[in-house]
Every structure is written in C-alpha cells, then in structure tokens.
C-alpha cells in the first residue's frame, strides 16, 4: 500500500493542491494511531469530516485520504459512510486498501475503484494452491475441495485469490503480447486451455474477472459461486 500511497500523494500535489501535501492545509491524512492499535477509530472520522466540511484555507479543494480503509471499525465506516453520501463541492476522498473486500459494501458502492498490482513482476509465479484447480485436468474431487474452503466467507482467502486471478490473466495478456513474461509449465497448461490466444480474447478474459471479482466484493456475493465463476474462465 504504501507504493499507492506514494503515487497518490503525488497525484494529489500535481492535479488538486498544486503543491506537496506535506503540512498543507486543504489535506488531511487518517490512519491507525499506532501498531498497538487495532482500528480507525470514529473519532479519527469525525475529526476528517469536521475538516472536510470546513473552507478551504488556499486552494479551493478539500482532499482527506484514509490509509488501510479496511481497518476502520464499525461505527468508523458508518460515519465516513455519510460523509460520502453528503460530500461537500471541491471535496476528494481517497480511500487506499489491500483487502478491499473487508470495507463495507455500501462504502465500496459509493466509489469509484481502481485497482494496480504493485506486485506483479516480472517471472513471478502465482501460488500453486490457486493454479491447480484451473487446470482441466485436475480431479473434481480436488476442484471441490478447493471450491469449499471459500463456505467459510473466509475475505482474506477470496483476496488472495481473486488478485492472483488477475495477475494471472494480466501475465498472459503481457506474454501474448511479446513482453518478456516468465511462465511456470503449469501456467502455460492453463495459457493453453483458451480457445485463443489472441490479445482481443485475453483482455476479455480479463475483463470478465475484473467483473466477477468487482460484483462479488461489491455485492457481497457468495464466494463459493464466485471462485466456480473464476475457475471457468480459465477453462475455455
């Protein structure tokens, strides 16, 4: 997260405040008191929207960003709940997670997503654990097994998953198109299973989990229909 942080404070001082947000005025920086600490209190919330909602002291814009939204408590993302339904004009709020699935659906509804792999290098394998069961020729009991791990409505576990789906798929877009991408022989089994392997083809693949992955975090979906809807895009 912290890469995120980094290109997004960047954004920040070069396209709304026009300067480094270091001590700005107009910027304000939410985040977990300490490492003892366990969550965003609503405290810290409430101090954000008493900022937000005060005059601009230079600029014109107000910009608040919440750092590890997932760690804001109950009470916590109700309150920034409500200032997102009643955002002030000339008003951003930027909310940067790596487990997106554990903010509150009717939080993540009212953003707008954008989602990097800062992890994605080059040669970098996905956890076998998550390749197997793309695999045509794996056992149906061994894709079951697999299938009900998610029962538990375990969200770290549909985290890991689902993001290494997208780089999955993002790795073949890149291999296909000539990019100098290692693939593991397991992950060139599965490059295989397509139909094609035209560049066309593969983005839309990757769209289609885009998707998948958006609705189900989005909607709070089941994620044992959602891993079976992963798994098959991988199949044709």
């Known amino acids: 997260m912290d ?11 070069s396209n709304l405040l026009n300067s480094k947000v270091e001590s700005h005025p107009d910027y304000m920086y939410v985040r977990k008191i300490d490492n003892k600490t366990k ?7 409430r101090l954000m929207q008493k900022f937000l909602y005060k005059t601009s002291v230079i600029t014109g814009k107000k910009v608040a960003v919440i750092y590890a939204a997932d760690q804001m408590n109950i009470n916590a993302a109700n309150s920034c709940l409500k200032i997102l339904e009643d955002t002030p004009d000339n008003t951003y709020i930027f909310l940067v997670t790596n487990n997106a699935a554990s903010v509150i659906p009717t939080i993540r509804s009212r953003c707008a997503k954008i989602n990097y792999h800062y992890n994605l290098l080059p040669g970098k394998e996905t956890d076998v654990k998550f390749l197997k069961p793309l695999n045509k020729k794996v056992s149906i009991t061994e894709k079951l097994q697999f299938i009900a791990q998610f029962g538990y409505k375990d969200r770290d576990l ?5 993001v290494s789906m997208e780089e999955l798929m993002a790795k073949f877009c890149k291999k296909i198109a000539g990019l100098n991408v290692d693939l593991s022989e397991l992950e060139l089994s599965i490059l295989a299973q397509f139909r094609s392997n035209s560049p066309y083809y593969l983005q839309m693949k990757y769209d289609q989990i885009r998707k998948i992955t958006d ?4 909607f709070d979906l089941d994620l044992r229909s959602s891993c079976l809807l992963l798994i098959d895009k991988f199949r044709s």
């Open 3 to 13: 890469d995120a942080l980094v290109e997004l404070n960047d954004f920040i001082s």
């Open 39 to 45: 969550n965003i209190s609503v405290d810290q919330i």
């Open 158 to 162: 549909w985290m890991q998953f689902s």
């Open 215 to 218: 609705d189900t975090n989005l």
